[in-house]
């Protein structure tokens, strides 16, 4: 890989090669580095995506009985008969 300061317009370098360039180049300002790997760390470590509409309702799905007549009947396990 380049380093930031033999990166050049004409060079086939993706932007984030060189944002990598800048931060591992201990020439550069520490402050420059700083933001270069803020911009770059979404890059490299996406957050996971958030559960989907059908994730979130089988999720409700399995709590919908709690706090009802029906808990006991909807609950897995031995059941007593009353």
Do not use: C, I, N
Not at 4 to 21: G, I, M, N, W
Not at 41 to 57: C, D, H, I, S, T
């Amino acid at each position: 890989m380049k380093l930031a300061h033999e990166a050049s317009e004409t060079s086939a370098v993706t932007p984030l090669e060189f944002l990598l360039s800048v931060v591992e180049d201990k020439s550069q300002p520490v402050e420059l580095r700083l933001r270069a790997a803020a911009v770059a760390l979404p890059f490299l470590y996406a957050k996971p995506a958030p559960p989907g509409a059908k994730a979130a309702r089988e999720a409700e799905a399995l709590t919908a009985g709690r706090g009802t007549d029906w808990e006991q009947l909807l609950s897995p396990g031995p059941r007593s008969h009353t």
